[in-house]
DNA sequence: CGATATTCATTCGTATACAAATGGATTTTG
DNA sequence: CAAAATCCATTTGTATACGAATGAATATCG
């Protein structure tokens, strides 16, 4: 039996009337930020050797092959000045390779190395247990509902 | 019309076979990462002034009083490292203040200042305006269920 | 009671992330 | 064509994030 004393949430304590409460737990922002969270905690167990981030770059780069770093991080949704900290470390690897692109002297292209594609390959298998296991509390329905609404979010 | 010769993306597209594809675009991951961007220019671009991770501090500690340290931090989310430069930070713009706990010396103690429950009032209708717009994209009834689905995942 | 385990806060190192500013190269436009 | 606008990569500065290690304090347990 519930106590009646206990008062539920309701749809006006989202308001931002003057005396409306702030649940942090229950925004948004909040529960994307934890769910990433988790997702990189899972990412890390499968795949130490390797940042998320560090294999979004090079799944991108043996997906299209070579592009300009910029180019690169609009297709990865990210920064600039981000893209070429993570291109330095897949370079550091020698996953990655750049030079500057003839035809436009403002481009540097970037390129998966030989050894990059082979990471590629080998780690895919991990990446794919590291999306089913991030989804895993989830059921089959949950998960397209979610990456559907994710998608529309984006 | 559809062009017969496109193949369309099907469930065999996501297991780990020898031949399957991996699409970045379409990873948990992914998403998450793109819609927590999208929320966080969001954020900034109504309350430049502080930061998400900050105000969710200020948001829980305004909620619970005072507070140890990392008790904090397991509240919302957040590494023991990481809080304590969070509480560095509104520390230093007067939002929050700490002391050690006399009952328990490795406790620190954090609580809300006066200027950090006001500049919480202050910023309650922008971070409502802020989940609002972050949720822009989506209907009632699909933010209804993101939400549910992501606090599934955490 | 006393050895062991746990908790707490801090520090270090590394890796995102992004705003803002800069300088060089290319494109657009008047 | 030349000035203005745009694009590209880089740098700087700040703020998360977290693993790992450390030392101090407390709790647990034999």
Not at 33 to 46: G, K, P, S, V
Not at 63 to 73: A, D, H
Not at 142 to 150: C, D, G, N, Q, R
């Amino acid at each position: 039996m519930q106590n009646s004393k206990i008062k539920p949430v309701t749809a006006a304590d989202r308001t931002d009337g003057p005396e409306a409460t702030y649940v942090l737990d229950v925004q948004v922002g909040f529960l994307l930020r934890r769910a990433a969270q988790r997702h990189l905690a899972i990412f890390f167990e499968h795949l130490p050797d390797m940042t998320s981030t560090q294999f979004a770059a090079l799944a991108k780069l043996c997906e299209v092959g070579r592009i300009s770093q910029n180019e690169l991080g609009r297709r990865i949704a990210m920064d600039a000045a981000t893209v070429k900290g993570v291109v330095d470390r897949l370079r550091a690897r020698g996953f990655a390779e750049t030079k500057k692109d003839p035809e436009d002297q403002r481009r540097l292209l970037v390129s998966p190395t030989g050894d990059g594609q082979m990471a590629f390959e080998n780690y895919r298998g991990a990446a794919v247990k590291i999306t089913r296991e991030t989804l895993a509390p989830l059921n089959e329905d949950e998960s397209e509902a979610l990456l559907k609404l994710l998608s529309k979010l984006g």
